[in-house]
């Protein structure tokens, strides 16, 4: 059984999977913020992989996905001591099977990359990803895996936060759907405000981006740590999938690594 470690670096989180070909059999997360040295990753790093049942041994290889290049020094130096494998990184030069159309292709994240390769083989239809991260991106891709169109938006947790920090008196909430839009205290109102704008939000751009692309029937998966509190409120999103990351690095992977 080969079991692949995906580390999926984000501005919030890292997402840590361990993956035996295409079923996950763990996943984990870190705080991207907390600074560490490369022990300290390391040692966090097998503590959760012992949590699992899998150990360090166990693993065959590392492909790591970052947009947060400050961590990296670290985070490669961990993996090369306590798991002692080189890790393949998510950057230019992979063999994707994506054609990038942007403007400015090399500004495209390493996350979006793998968003979008997810999409193309797993779906093998035109898509649009919809990623909750700390932003939330809308990214389209073809049937022919090209990928052209993407919109950026606040992320549910920066439009919380900003609601609590530019206010004097409102206090932090959870971000959850409450049982009615109409709140009868502050917490409740907010957190109504917060979730059923951002079903709105994502409603309406879904459906601009549908109507503009002349693609009706383009089909819509989501992914993110907060995405379940919208897809499951909205008909515009046909699918959630937690573990779109580590299936495009699966897909990565394979098409980089294949002996």
């Known amino acids: ?37 490369s022990d300290e990753f390391g040692i966090c790093i097998r503590s959760l ?13 590392v492909i790591i996905s970052s947009v947060v290049p400050k961590r990296m020094y670290a985070l490669t130096a961990s993996i090369r001591k306590y798991i002692q494998k080189e890790p393949l990184l998510v950057g230019p030069g992979m063999k994707t099977g994506i054609q990038l159309r942007n403007d400015n292709p090399r500004e495209v994240g390493a996350d979006r990359i793998v968003d979008v390769t997810a999409a ?28 052209e169109y993407t919109v950026i938006a606040p992320g549910l947790g920066i439009s919380s936060n900003a609601l609590t920090s530019q206010t004097a008196k409102l206090p932090e909430i959870e ?51 907060l995405g379940k509190v919208i897809a499951t409120e909205t008909k ?17 992977y394979d098409l980089n690594k294949k002996k």
């Open 1 to 37: 059984m080969h079991i692949l470690m995906t580390i999926d670096v984000g501005n919030t989180n890292i997402a840590l999977g361990l993956m035996a070909e295409k079923k996950v059999l763990g996943s984990f997360r870190l705080t991207t913020q907390t600074p560490r040295t």
């Open 49 to 61: 992989m012992d949590s699992s049942g899998v150990k360090a041994e166990d693993v065959d290889d």
């Open 120 to 147: 193309h083989y797993l779906f093998e239809r035109n898509c649009i990803v919809v990623d909750f991260g700390t932003a939330t991106t809308f990214d389209y891709v073809t049937k022919q895996g090209v990928f």
């Open 175 to 225: 971000i959850q759907k409450p049982k009615s839009i109409l709140g009868k205290n502050t917490v409740a109102g907010m957190q109504a405000g917060v979730v059923y704008g951002y079903i709105g939000l994502v409603e309406g751009i879904i459906r601009q981006m549908k109507k503009e692309l002349k693609d009706p029937d383009c089909y819509v998966v989501a992914t993110g740590g």
């Open 236 to 252: 515009e999103i046909n699918e959630y999938d937690p573990d779109i990351a580590y299936k495009g690095m699966r897909i990565l």
